[in-house]
């Protein structure tokens, strides 16, 4: 099937505007909540839900946020007595949300001012079954300034890496390629999935990885968020000893290879699980390296340095 156009109109004045749920998720974001909740009041987009989750933040966070929702009745606000991580305390705003679309936002980024009109107007020339629309980034450090944007262009303008739109359930178990911060999500979507999955450490690799085996995704090829780059980012600790999230990442692996229907579907897990794989090794996570390696194994895809790999790990494992 040909994927639809680009989108470059506007909102269609022809029908009601959908309400869009924004989660603004904050963990001891004081440094940078003014400027990202500043950005929400910033929206071109009329009809928007703003629920504020402070996830027991322990710096000036809660007060900041206090201060917005007092100045701002019509956002809802919640504040968990303890620290629960971003997929509990996202499906906590979801349950009582109203939007038929989401997104879910870290208040460390940036929302620029025509990102909701601009995807919802986007969402609004597309068939039913597309569930997420996403975007460039510009990533920026602590001080706001600009460091280079999520996709490197070529010499001619071309995106790298080459974002996918469609059916992208390979494409996503093979690379990582998609800005998390950019995405808005159906609501649909988010019901046929039961929000997130409330064991995992963090939230994106498994969303797309069971959304992208019912849903398609669609990239429109704008810059609609500023996401933030600082050293206390979820991301910094990927890989590290005592990853807190590999252990995640595996179990989403598991997942995926049950829903893979096709060979070239397996061939593109083993590629995400060979990359695992080494990472895991390289930074001395071998229990999970070993497991990997029993993953990459049932996909009959292991190579000479994967058995390699696989042994060594399984020699240094706890």
Known sequence: MQEPSPITSSLS?????????????CYNHAPFLAEAL????????????????????????????????????????????????????????????????????????VLLPERVARQVACFQHLPPDYG???????????????????????????????????FVFAEVLRRYFISTPTMMMRRATLEQLGGYDETLAYEDFDFWVRA?????????????????????????????????????????????????????????LAVRLRWELRQAVRWGNYSEAWDLFQLLTETQTVQPLDWVLGQYAGLRKK
């Open 132 to 166: 997420v629309v996403y975007t460039d980034a510009e990533l920026i450090d602590e001080a706001s300034a600009h460091v280079r944007y999520h996709y490197r262009r070529q010499a001619g303008g071309q995106l790298h890496p080459r974002p996918a739109s469609g």
């Open 212 to 268: 992208a085996r019912d849903f398609r995704f669609y990239f429109l090829d704008e810059v609609t968020t500023r996401k933030r780059l600082h050293a206390r980012a979820m991301s910094r600790r990927g890989y590290r000893p005592n990853d807190p999230f590999l252990a995640s990442t595996i179990r989403v692996c598991r997942k995926a290879q049950v829903l893979c229907r096709t060979p070239a579907e397996q061939a593109a």
């Open 13 to 25: 004045v022809q029908e009601p505007l959908p309400l869009v749920t924004v989660v603004a998720l």
């Open 38 to 109: 500043d950005s929400l009041l910033a929206q071109t987009y009329p009809n928007l839900e703003v629920i504020l989750v402070d996830d027991a933040s322990t710096d000036a966070s809660r007060d900041i946020l206090r201060k917005y929702a007092a100045a701002h009745p019509h956002w809802q606000a919640i504040f968990l007595p303890e620290n629960i991580g971003n997929c509990r305390a996202f499906n906590q705003a979801f349950r009582q949300a109203r939007g038929e679309f989401f997104i879910d936002f870290a208040t460390d980024d």
